[in-house]
């Protein structure tokens, strides 16, 4: 069964400061996705960055990186100099190839808190 | 592009009503999705389609049905509320389905059962 672990029930950072937000998973599948989501206070879900199984080079998008360490199974999002913006939940996900598997396995998921 | 929609944004039912959510998409996506949002437990699925005419069951199902009579709509129904399934309600699509594929999420209903 796939699993994703997130152990930081909550974080704290300052302006401008950079941000790592953990992720652990687990699964027997070769290929699969992992995905990370924002979730501002207003509630919608927005995608941020995602990370396939076979791709070499960590995932990049802006100010979000994606540290991806697959024999230590873990997929760490990076925040860069962190906006009063960023201040939101954010979940990691993991998406599996096999059979019919569609759905997304989600974390309980990171509150993140950005200090002026 | 509005992307996905959903209505309503909010609702409260008694014990017993029934309702439908409708969720819309213009990106013409194949795969769509519903899931619930609890506090503590992450999304889980409830159903899926993965593609216009056809549903399937998520983790989830029980209480729930789906109709996805036109490609870019997906509707979720309650037959009969029940406070367990006061939560946050969110639909996605993808244009594969492939757990590679990403799905972008609707802004969520919150429904509430008293």
């Known amino acids: 069964a796939q699993k994703i672990t997130q152990t930081q029930p909550g974080m704290f950072v300052q302006e401008k400061e950079a941000v790592t937000l953990d992720c652990t998973y687990d699964t027997s599948d070769p290929s699969y996705g992992l995905f990370w989501y924002k979730q501002p206070s207003s509630g919608e879900m927005i995608f941020l960055i995602y990370q396939g199984s076979y791709d070499q080079q960590n995932a990049t998008e802006g100010r979000y990186s994606l540290n991806f360490q697959k024999a230590r199974k873990s997929a760490n999002l990076v925040i860069s100099a962190s906006q009063l913006g960023d201040s939101a939940m954010y979940f990691c996900?993991?998406?599996?190839?096999?059979?019919?598997?569609?759905?997304?396995?989600f974390g309980k998921g990171t509150l993140l808190t950005v200090n002026p | 592009n509005a992307g996905v929609t959903q209505t309503p944004k909010f609702r409260v039912l008694k014990t017993g009503q029934s309702m439908t959510l409708l969720c819309a998409q213009d990106m013409n996506h194949e795969y769509m999705y519903w899931y619930r949002q609890d506090p503590g437990m992450g999304l889980r699925l409830i159903h899926y389609?993965?593609?216009?005419?056809?549903?399937a069951k998520g983790e989830v199902p029980d209480g729930y049905n789906v109709s996805r009579l036109k490609k870019q709509n997906f509707l979720l129904g309650l037959e009969s509320a029940a406070p367990s399934q006061t939560s946050v309600y969110f639909c996605?699509?993808?244009?594969?389905?492939?757990?590679?594929?990403?799905?972008?999420f609707g802004p969520g209903t919150r429904l509430t059962v008293l």
């Open positions: 996900a993991m998406g599996n190839s096999g059979g019919s598997n569609y759905k997304l396995t």
């Open positions: 389609s993965v593609g216009e005419g056809t549903t």
């Open positions: 996605a699509s993808s244009s594969g389905g492939r757990g590679t594929d990403t799905q972008y």
